[in-house]
């Protein structure tokens, strides 16, 4: 081996000029033999004679430093590669993405929201670009702006704009220590332009004079955002519900269908300089997928005559609240569903928050007796009696604990079935479904069952958020009271959209066709697709469905009828009248009056019904035929024009009513 | 150190025997041209390429400024269509023009037969004639001058007067 690298000995050479030192002490002839092997020498101190040892001392081998060091550069590059491994190979990807997050922006393509449209397609809720104006109040402090009032003369010149007080801008202005205020939200993009238009002008003026070199106005920033508008304000409110301040559906269908609606965000990532996208650096990401228009089965007309119709008497009345649902018999669509009082989406700041739901579907009341057209269709369609079948109504029923009366003092009434249906007997009522079973536990259950099949105490099947399935309890739980006012309509509480059902059932000649509200969703590709065939369940024959028609004409065509005023001269109208004893919500008792009225038209070609009730009618009449019949009839009449309905032309049933007593 | 100055030794050698001695038999000029050409070439089209994509760039920006203003535009003109077209805003202009909620409504058949009961459409507020609408009692914001004068007729009973197929329409559609 030490043969082998002659070069080598080279290295020692600096060691030499040490060696005088020892050579002084004699050893020097001896020098030159141990030259070609001082490294066995050294190690075998042994055969030397101690006396040589003082000689030895040099700066050291190199080969023990050469390896020492070789090991040391060694372990350095190893820990090296051991990283460069690491940072290349094992945790490669890792820190690829850091480096990314770095290099690129991430930027959100936020999805447009999809409109709401009537079932004509005119949009009802729609989404457009807007701006929240901020500012940054350092800007307008008197250092920075070189004015004593900046936040005075900026808010006198953008209160006009933003339609804002401007001493209530100049104090969002003047926010001590704060780089951020937000002064207007969800201004047009017009607004913003008057504003950028005003900068301008006052940057060129500052410039210009070269007095203060401030733009008064530089501190007036934007954000873009969007913003949801109803073109139409208060109309169908209800039922359109509003978007809370993140844009995300809050109430109505907006909250009901709001996945569908709200898309899908997209992303996009790209190298920026300057707030410009790097052309040559790429750029990846997924496109936003835009929301589905969601077409609703209302028609936009017929919601407005709706609407403008129970306001009104709402308002004339003085009453809590009233609805209006109006619905296509065959197809069980909802053409019209209208509260009042109502609000205003664009603007929910002004809103009452106790109207901003669908009261229509939500507010549970006991429907009086709107709902004596049920107990007739279980009487009819049980067998147990016609329209003739001849009833004798007296002044006074004592059933149960309580002595029942109707809301006329009367003597004697008689009266047909049909006639009990046409002056709405309560007595007569209560008779006759005493006739359902052999006991009254048995007349309760088969009622009870009716009820049910009518779609009583259960939800319609609109899945509409907050909507009340009503309630109806077991035939078993009924109190004594109950199963003898239930047959009338106290004793149970629906919502008005069930009510309207139930008319709608009968029209559709004895068919249940669950209501729907949503016609169908038109994605983002342009396609359209129908909502699903609602659910059709069997409640009466035709046959009682058409009796019933016949009898509900009586309602309103005849002369002692309760419903005259709900009548159409042309057309042959079915309908019932409702006056019931109303539950005040806050005292938990009787107090006040509900005033409804439900029916369809023409009668013996049914297409519509309507139905209209007014909550606590507390000026003027509080009957349901006085004050719901007018509403019926005008929102009658605008449908049947709307959807062109021409009367059949045939001669109404008129039915008797009345009979005269063999003595 | 000293061995540096002497003659090429071992490895050092060997690597000397490498390196071509004389002068090279090729042209200079053409090759040294051949370089500059292709090195000024192929900065002067990077730099044209980045140029175009730049230029690119500031059109996307331009084009992009512009769609928003046109959408900007587009969804004013919308909403001032909306505006109009609102039934609230549509009933005020119609009752300005004159027109008076319809009664209830009658056909016209293409046989001259009249379906349903024709009624003279009446202004809410003035002389109750005693045709049967009392469901016209909207909210009277006309000006009283328009009167019962600005009525619009339906069709009497018999004769089949040229008349569109509903007689008396209604003022929301």
Redesign the interface.
């Given at each position: 081996m030490p043969s082998k690298e002659p070069p080598r000995r080279r290295v020692p050479g600096p060691a030499r000029p040490t060696r005088p030192r020892p050579a002084s002490a004699g050893a020097r002839p001896s020098r030159p033999a141990s030259r070609p092997a001082p490294r066995p020498a050294a190690k075998r101190p042994g055969p030397r004679p101690p006396a040589r040892r003082p000689r030895t001392i040099r700066l050291g081998s190199p080969r023990p430093r050469l390896r020492l060091i070789s090991l040391g550069l060694t372990l350095v590059m190893l820990v090296f590669v051991v990283r460069l491994l690491q940072v290349q190979a094992v945790d490669a990807s890792a820190y690829a993405a850091k480096a990314d997050r770095y290099r690129f922006q991430d930027h959100t393509l936020s999805a447009e929201r999809g409109e709401i449209t009537d079932r004509n397609g005119?949009?009802l809720a729609?989404s457009?670009?807007a701006y929240d104006i901020t500012a940054d109040p350092k800007l307008f402090t008197p250092e920075e702006s070189k004015l004593p009032d900046a936040p005075e003369q900026a808010a006198a010149l953008l209160a006009p704009i933003l339609d804002k007080d401007p001493a209530e801008l100049a104090k969002k202005l003047r926010t001590p220590k704060s780089r951020y205020t937000l002064l207007a939200r969800k201004q047009?993009?017009?607004v913003w332009?008057q504003i950028k238009d005003l900068k301008k002008v006052y940057g060129e003026k500052s410039r210009a004079t070269g007095g203060t070199g401030v733009n008064l106005l530089g501190g007036v920033l934007s954000e873009p955002s969007t913003k949801r508008?109803y073109?139409?304000?208060e109309?169908a409110a209800g039922i359109l519900g509003y978007v809370n301040a993140e844009g995300k559906g809050a109430g109505g269908v907006e909250s009901m269908l709001d996945p569908e609606l709200a898309g899908k965000d997209g992303k996009i990532r790209f190298t920026e300089s300057g707030g410009?996208?790097?052309?040559?650096a790429g750029s990846q990401g997924t496109p936003a997928v835009p929301g589905s228009d969601i077409e609703l089965t209302i028609d936009?007309?017929i919601q407005?005559?709706a609407q403008?119709a129970i306001t009104?008497q709402v308002k004339k009345s003085k009453a809590d609240r009233g609805y209006v649902v109006v619905q296509d018999t065959r197809t069980g669509e909802v053409l019209a569903m209208a509260n009042a009082p109502g609000f205003d989406p664009n603007d929910l700041s002004a809103a009452n928050a106790a109207s901003m739901g669908n009261a229509a579907l939500q507010d549970a009341y006991e429907p009086g007796s709107t709902s004596k057209v049920m107990s007739m269709a279980a009487v009819l369609e049980e067998g147990k009696a016609t329209p003739g079948t001849h009833v004798t109504v007296p002044n006074r029923l004592h059933r149960g604990d309580r002595l029942f009366k109707d809301d006329v003092d009367h003597k004697t009434w008689y009266l047909t079935l049909n006639g009990v249906l046409a002056k709405s007997s309560n007595i007569g009522t209560i008779l006759a479904t005493g006739q359902l079973g052999d006991t009254q536990a048995e007349s309760n259950r088969v009622l009870h069952s009716y009820l049910r099949k009518f779609g009583i105490g259960s939800p319609t099947g609109l899945d509409f958020p907050g909507e009340t399935p009503g309630i109806l309890a077991k035939p078993e739980d009924w109190s004594t009271s109950q199963q003898y006012t239930i047959p009338f309509g106290q004793g149970l509480s629906v919502s008005a959209m069930q009510a309207a059902s139930v008319y709608s059932t009968i029209a559709n000649g004895g068919v249940r066709v669950e209501p729907t509200l949503v016609r169908g969703t038109k994605g983002p590709d342009g396609r359209f697709s129908p909502a699903p065939a609602p659910q059709e369940s069997r409640v009466v024959s035709e046959k009682t469905a058409d009796t019933l028609a016949k009898m509900l004409e009586s309602v309103v065509d005849d002369r002692e009828g309760t419903g005259n005023?709900a009548a159409?001269?042309?057309?042959r109208v079915a309908g019932k009248t409702g006056t019931a004893n109303r539950v005040d919500p806050e005292l938990g008792r009787y107090k006040g009056y509900t005033a409804s009225f439900a029916g369809f038209a023409p009668a013996d070609n049914p297409q519509v019904t309507v139905y209209c009730a007014i909550q606590n009618p507390t000026k003027g009449s509080y009957f349901g035929g006085q004050i719901c019949g007018?509403i019926y009839?005008?929102v009658m009449?605008?449908a049947?024009?709307?959807l062109?309905?021409?009367?059949t032309?045939s001669e109404p049933a008129r039915l008797p009513v009345t009979f005269e007593p063999t003595p | 150190m000293s061995t540096a100055k002497g003659p090429l030794k071992g490895r050092a050698a060997r690597l000397g025997r490498l390196m071509p001695s004389g002068p090279s038999s090729a042209a200079r000029t053409p090759f040294v041209l051949l370089v500059f050409v292709l090195l000024g070439g192929g900065l002067i089209a990077l730099l044209l390429l980045n140029s175009a994509l730049n230029q690119g760039s500031f059109k996307l920006r331009e084009l992009k400024d512009r769609t928003t203003e046109l959408t900007d535009e587009e969804q004013a003109l919308q909403r001032d269509v909306d505006d109009y077209a609102a039934p609230d805003a549509l009933e005020r202009r119609a009752r300005e023009l004159g027109m008076v909620p319809g009664g209830s409504p009658a056909f016209l058949g293409p046989d001259g037969k009249v379906l349903g009961d024709p009624s003279v459409a009446v202004a809410p507020k003035p002389d109750p004639t005693p045709t049967p609408t009392p469901s016209a009692k909207a909210p009277q914001t006309t000006p009283p001058n328009t009167g019962t004068g600005q009525v619009r007729t339906a069709p009497p009973a018999a004769p089949p007067v040229s008349a569109p197929a509903t007689a008396p329409t209604t003022s929301g559609r």
């Open positions: 005119i949009a729609a457009v670009d047009t993009p017009q332009n508008v073109p139409n304000g109309l410009r996208q790097v052309p040559t936009r007309d407005w005559a403008q009104e005023r159409i001269p042309g057309y007018p009839k005008k009449e605008f049947l024009k709307t062109h309905t021409a009367p032309g | -």
